[in-house]
Each structure stands twice: as structure tokens, then as C-alpha cells.
């Protein structure tokens, strides 16, 4: 069934808003729960899965790509709501962002409380993810996560806390919209990576730099086949002599590097010899993304057929439009690596 519009796809994978009073809901559960629905704008509903999203695999994730591209080349769909646990749901709303590359509307929602008990937002969230797509102005931000009434960008949304209901931020940018029971609200447009792949190369780790690092656990990665690492620094940008060097023979060998912070929000400039020792800030324009955001998206970059990869160069270039280490609009003040914190 289609309307003179036509449709939008539902897509249930399990997660918190599942857990029903009588055993899992199902995506024409979701359906009916949600607390309003377009008046004329079918709602399809598809069981793509019934996990927690703190069990999805690679293998699930790239499925999901495949069925939202379907959905996106399929010419009477307006767009796809997708109904996700929130362990994972950032890393999720990053890959499909990152492979899918859509510019119709693709809404990840999901509930901080189950659906069987008292208080729970998963009917508001579903309505209110169904109405971004219904409304249409979210299609040219990419995929998007709605939660508690705001419209998170997938590279910039993270998890702020285990069990409360606004838990979803997007740091220092803040939400790229609101929802209201009458209308969609579009604040700002933020910055997308430019990729798109079939498949996700699972050679990338994530590592957090810790006091007293000595890049055991980078070297550790390298020897294990590792193609890409994640490396989450200290402070603004600050990372030891000794993970310097381990990064260097790591970018030697062409093993591409990605760095941002530990700390959640604010700025980050990255020490010069970090920089020339070939490490990549993970900064889209004024964004700088988070550990998770950016192992997805590199594992995307890494991932894409060979003739449609991109270089260690091309990728610093996606992220800051420059060579390794310079950090464009954040470049302000000092550099000397003797200072900070």
C-alpha cells in the first residue's frame, strides 16, 4: 500500500523499544505504538531484526546498508525509519551515513525505557521519526538520529549517559533540529563525508590513549594486520613522544591513522610533530568526531572497492582540506608542545 506520495519504510532491529509486555514488538508494533502517523503517508513495516544492539555484527550492519540503499533507490519511498537499540545506535547511524551516503531521509530511533513499562518514549520517538521523514527538510543532512525531540547528525551524536531518557548530545554543535508535535525544525546543516562502500573493513581499532602510554596497544594492532587505527589523544590534541613514533612507523607503513580526543567536547590541536609523524585529525570543518564516529567512517574509507579507496592524502583531505595535522579554523594559538595540559 502506497499513498499519492508514497511510503515510508520501517525497519525494526530489536533494541530496548522492543522489549513489549508479552515478549519482543514487532516493526507493526512499532507502527502502532507510535503516538501519531501521517494521515495519508503509508507506514511499511519490515523485521530486520529482533537483537540487542550491543550484539549487532559487522556482517548485520553492512546487511542494513544494503536494505536502506534498496529503500533509497526505490523511487515511491520518501525515506526509511529505522528502529535501533542505543548501545550501538551511533555506530550504526555512522556507518549507514558513511556507506549509504543518502539523500533522502534516514532516521535511526529508538527508547531509553522499554515499551512494557511505565514512562516509556519510544511511542513519542517513533512518531517523531516518522514525521522528520513525512516532513522531508532532514533529507539533505544525511542520516540523522531523533531522540527526545532532537534531530542529531549520525557523525556527531554520541551516547551521554546510561539510562536517561535525553541521553543522545551532539556536543559542542548541539542537535541540528528539533521536533514538535506540529511541525520539524532544521537549526544548522552540518558537514558530510563524501564516501560510500558496500562493505566495512573490520582491520581498524580504536585505541584511547591512557597516562603512561607507551603505544603497546597500537604495536599490538600493527602486528595483527591492523590497516587502521582510531587514536583517541589526551586533551586538546596532546599525545606521548612515544605513541608519536609508534604512529610514524605505523603512517610509514601505510597504515592510516585517525586521531581525536578522549574528552567528549571542545576543541583539539594536535601537537605539529603528531602531525608530521602522519597522524589525521578527525575533524569534518568544525566538527571533530568521536572515536566511534571516525573508526566507522574509516572503516568505510578502507572498505570500498580498490579503485574507489582513497589515499592516506585524499582522506586528510576529506577531513580537513589540508595536509596531515593542520587543523584549519581551530589553528589558534599556541603551538609550543611544552605547554597545556
Same mark, same amino acid.
Given at each position: 500500500?502506497?499513498?499519492?506520495?508514497?511510503?515510508?519504510?520501517?525497519?525494526?532491529?530489536?533494541?530496548?523499544?522492543?522489549?513489549?509486555?508479552?515478549?519482543?514488538?514487532?516493526?507493526?508494533?512499532?507502527?502502532?505504538?507510535?503516538?501519531?502517523?501521517?494521515?495519508?503517508?503509508?507506514?511499511?513495516?519490515?523485521?530486520?531484526?529482533?537483537?540487542?544492539?550491543?550484539?549487532?555484527?559487522?556482517?548485520?550492519? =553492512?546487511? @542494513?546498508?544494503?536494505?536502506?540503499?534498496?529503500?533509497?533507490?526505490?523511487?515511491?519511498?520518501?525515506? +526509511?525509519?529505522?528502529?535501533?537499540? $542505543?548501545? $550501538?545506535? =551511533? =555506530?550504526?547511524?555512522?556507518?549507514?551515513?558513511?556507506?549509504?551516503?543518502?539523500?533522502?531521509?534516514?532516521?535511526?530511533?529508538?527508547?531509553?525505557?522499554?515499551?512494557?513499562?511505565?514512562?516509556?518514549?519510544?511511542?513519542?520517538?517513533?512518531?517523531?521519526?516518522?514525521?522528520?521523514?513525512?516532513?522531508?527538510?532532514?533529507?539533505?543532512?544525511?542520516?540523522?538520529?531523533?531522540?527526545?525531540?532532537?534531530?542529531?547528525?549520525?557523525?556527531?551524536?554520541?551516547?551521554?549517559?546510561? $539510562?536517561?531518557?535525553?541521553?543522545?548530545?551532539?556536543?559542542?554543535?548541539?542537535?541540528?533540529?528539533? +521536533? $514538535?508535535? /506540529?511541525?520539524?525544525?532544521?537549526?544548522?546543516?552540518?558537514?558530510?563525508?563524501?564516501?560510500?562502500?558496500?562493505?566495512?573493513?573490520?582491520?581498524?581499532? @580504536?585505541?584511547?590513549?591512557?597516562?603512561?602510554?607507551?603505544?603497546?596497544?597500537?604495536?599490538?594492532? @600493527?602486528?595483527?594486520?591492523?590497516?587502521?587505527?582510531?587514536?583517541?589523544?589526551?586533551?586538546?590534541?596532546?599525545?606521548?613522544?612515544?605513541?608519536?613514533?609508534?604512529?610514524?612507523?605505523? /603512517? =610509514?607503513?601505510?597504515?592510516?591513522?585517525?586521531?581525536?580526543?578522549?574528552?567528549?567536547?571542545?576543541?583539539?590541536?594536535?601537537?605539529?610533530?603528531?602531525?608530521?609523524?602522519?597522524?589525521?585529525?578527525?575533524?569534518?570543518?568544525?566538527?571533530?568526531?568521536?572515536?566511534?564516529?571516525?573508526?566507522?567512517?574509516?572503516?568505510?574509507? @578502507?572498505?570500498?572497492?580498490?579503485?574507489?579507496?582513497?589515499?592516506?592524502?585524499?582522506?586528510?583531505?576529506?577531513?580537513?582540506?589540508?595536509?596531515?595535522?593542520?587543523?584549519?579554523?581551530?589553528?589558534?594559538?599556541?603551538?609550543?608542545?611544552?605547554?597545556?595540559?
Amino acid at each position: 500500500m502506497q499513498g499519492a506520495r508514497g511510503y515510508i519504510q520501517l525497519l525494526a532491529t530489536g533494541g530496548t523499544i522492543s522489549i513489549g509486555p508479552d515478549g519482543p514488538l514487532r516493526a507493526k508494533n512499532m507502527i502502532k505504538m507510535a503516538r501519531r502517523l501521517p494521515a495519508e503517508i503509508p507506514v511499511r513495516g519490515e523485521d530486520f531484526a529482533t537483537i540487542h544492539s550491543s550484539s549487532i555484527t559487522i556482517a548485520q550492519i =553492512e546487511s @542494513l546498508s544494503a536494505r536502506v540503499r534498496t529503500a533509497m533507490d526505490d523511487d515511491h519511498c520518501l525515506g +526509511v525509519v529505522i528502529t535501533h537499540g $542505543t548501545d $550501538t545506535m =551511533e =555506530e550504526t547511524a555512522a556507518a549507514l551515513e558513511s556507506m549509504v551516503h543518502p539523500e533522502k531521509p534516514v532516521v535511526l530511533t529508538g527508547a531509553m525505557v522499554p515499551s512494557k513499562d511505565r514512562g516509556a518514549d519510544g511511542p513519542d520517538n517513533v512518531a517523531d521519526a516518522i514525521a522528520c521523514v513525512n516532513e522531508g527538510s532532514v533529507g539533505g543532512l544525511g542520516v540523522v538520529v531523533v531522540l527526545h525531540q532532537r534531530i542529531h547528525a549520525a557523525l556527531e551524536v554520541t551516547k551521554g549517559h546510561t $539510562t536517561c531518557p535525553d541521553s543522545f548530545t551532539s556536543g559542542d554543535a548541539g542537535p541540528v533540529g528539533w +521536533v $514538535t508535535p /506540529s511541525s520539524v525544525e532544521i537549526v544548522r546543516t552540518p558537514m558530510r563525508a563524501a564516501l560510500t562502500s558496500t562493505k566495512l573493513d573490520q582491520t581498524v581499532a @580504536l585505541i584511547r590513549l591512557v597516562a603512561g602510554d607507551t603505544g603497546r596497544l597500537i604495536e599490538l594492532a @600493527l602486528n595483527d594486520g591492523y590497516r587502521g587505527l582510531v587514536v583517541e589523544c589526551m586533551g586538546a590534541g596532546n599525545v606521548p613522544a612515544p605513541v608519536i613514533e609508534i604512529c610514524r612507523r605505523a /603512517s =610509514e607503513a601505510g597504515v592510516i591513522v585517525l586521531t581525536t580526543s578522549r574528552v567528549p567536547a571542545g576543541p583539539m590541536e594536535l601537537w605539529p610533530s603528531a602531525g608530521t609523524a602522519g597522524m589525521i585529525p578527525a575533524v569534518l570543518g568544525k566538527a571533530r568526531l568521536s572515536g566511534l564516529a571516525a573508526r566507522m567512517l574509516l572503516m568505510t574509507a @578502507l572498505g570500498a572497492e580498490p579503485d574507489q579507496r582513497l589515499s592516506g592524502k585524499q582522506l586528510s583531505d576529506l577531513f580537513i582540506g589540508a595536509s596531515p595535522g593542520k587543523i584549519g579554523p581551530m589553528e589558534q594559538g599556541g603551538t609550543t608542545e611544552s605547554l597545556g595540559e
